[in-house]
């Protein structure tokens, strides 16, 4: 994908501040840390379209963000360990739930995960989840350049066995080298493009 333009849209917590439907969207989701807006800056050939920071929990509202006049994504508060106020942390649940359930513009989710880590209830709930509502999902697994090849490999085959999947449903992706950008592309291409 050529990117020619990637704009912020605004920042939401309900419905009511959503932009309006159009364009189709993909919306990122995963842990916080696992590099969701490293993999966005990517995609979309951009240093600091989505901000990045190494303090888990930075993303707390829903993002929109305008690519190519062609699709929207949509970046989601990451889960899990975060350094933010529970109060704020209860209210992720409901607001990442009521986005993914009830937009209609909505054809697929990204879902990261860090290749290090075995993945947790979270993931498992998530992907059911989002099997209950029919909503398309690609997993990508972040973080490849710092584990070797064998280490990759074995990684990747203990996470598919984990999530009770092919190896091969798991694209590999490293922000530092953008090894599996075209892969990611391709799968969000085959998801918005109608048969």
């Known amino acids: 994908m050529k990117i020619t333009s990637a704009e912020f ?21 995963g842990r916080s840390n696992v590099g969701k807006s490293s993999l966005i800056n990517v995609l979309v050939n ?3 379209l989505v901000k990045t920071s ?26 899990g ?8 942390k209860k209210k992720w ?17 990204v879902v990261i995960l860090d ?15 989002l099997g209950h509502y029919a909503i398309a999902c690609i997993l990508v697994l972040t973080k490849t350049d ?7 490999a074995r990684q990747r085959a203990v996470v598919a066995r984990t999530l009770a999947l092919d190896a091969s449903d798991l694209i590999l992706f490293s922000a530092k080298s953008r090894k599996g950008r ?8 085959f998801i918005i493009t109608p048969p």
Not at 146 to 152: G, M, N, Q, T, V
């Open 146 to 152: 710092k584990l070797s090849k064998s280490k990759l």
């Open 54 to 79: 190494s303090t888990p929990g930075r993303t707390q509202l829903v993002n929109f963000f305008d690519i190519n006049d062609y699709i929207t994504f949509v970046d989601l508060p990451g889960y």
């Open 9 to 29: 849209i605004t920042s939401a917590t309900k419905p009511s501040q959503y932009p309006p439907e159009g364009l189709p969207e993909i919306a990122f989701a």
């Open 115 to 129: 290749i290090r880590r075995t993945p947790r209830q979270e993931e498992h709930s998530l992907i059911a989840w």
């Open 46 to 48: 951009r240093k600091r």
């Open 182 to 189: 075209e892969d990611v592309w391709k799968a969000i291409e």
């Open 81 to 88: 360990y975060a350094r933010v106020p529970a109060s704020v």
């Open 93 to 109: 649940g409901p607001m990442i739930e009521t986005y993914l359930s009830g937009r209609n513009t909505l054809k697929g989710v």
